[in-house]
Nanobody, 123 residues
Framework: QLQLVESGGDLVQPGGSLRLACAAS????????IGWFRQAPGKERKGVLC????????TGTDSVKGRFTISRDNAKNTVYLQMNSLKPEDTAVYYC????????????????WGQGTQVTVSS
């Protein structure tokens, strides 16, 4: 059974950094694109960054450009989201999910959603 588990969320001050991890079990990530999404209270879930099987990336939210990066370690079956220069508007539950081979801009094309990890940016 495909399962993803997110970790690394925390309370951090504005300007701080966090690294989220998305670990897969029950399957290998090699043939999948993995996306990070976030959902703030009362808002729809939106794509943040995605990384394809070949390492290509897709940015879903312009506000994270230059601050967030995504990477994958297939040997560890894990994908990371490095978040720098965090802002209060980055506060949300962050989720990871997969789609076959290459990133998609459509949320409904992703499956195997994790349970999410809370990121709170506040002083």
């Amino acid at each position: 059974q495909l399962q993803l588990v997110e970790s690394g969320g925390d309370l951090v001050q504005p300007g701080g950094s966090l690294r989220l991890a998305c670990a897969a079990s029950g399957f290998t990530l090699d043939d999948y694109a993995i996306g990070w999404f976030r959902q703030a209270p009362g808002k729809e879930r939106k794509g943040v960054l995605c990384i394809s099987r070949d390492g290509g990336t897709l940015t879903g939210t312009d506000s994270v450009k230059g601050r967030f990066t995504i990477s994958r370690d297939n040997a560890k079956n894990t994908v990371y989201l490095q978040m720098n220069s965090l802002k209060p508007e980055d506060t949300a539950v962050y989720y990871c999910a997969v789609t076959k081979y290459y990133c998609s801009g459509y949320v409904h094309e992703y499956t195997a959603w994790g349970q999410g990890t809370q990121v709170t940016v506040s002083s």
